[in-house]
């Protein structure tokens, strides 16, 4: 995870233009929440299929990131860039 004006240095650096960039840190927390609150409702069968060490690594990091999103820790963006007009990809 990097810094959103570094991720979109090294998209820009090859020529693609951002056309649009929204920050979706709110609505991580709130499906991270969603994650984490169908984990703990199914945490029993978790357990009978991946182990109780599996399932407890899960708990923490739904667990931390839902927190981490919450508190502004961590976020995500999604940016839209497109290759400029006469330009292709082989």
Not at 1 to 8: C, I, N
Not at 16 to 39: D, N, P, V
Not at 41 to 66: K, N, P, Q, S
């Amino acid at each position: 995870m990097r810094p959103p004006g570094v991720t979109l240095d090294l998209l820009t650096a090859p020529g693609l233009e951002l056309i649009g960039a929204r920050a979706m840190r709110e609505h991580y927390a709130w499906t991270a929440e969603q994650w984490r609150r169908r984990f703990l409702a199914h945490r029993e069968r978790i357990v009978e299929g991946w182990g109780e060490e599996t399932a407890r690594v899960w708990d923490l990091y739904l667990t931390g990131g839902t927190r981490s999103f919450a508190e502004g820790r961590m976020g995500v963006e999604q940016f839209v860039l497109r290759r400029p007009e006469g330009t292709f990809a082989l």
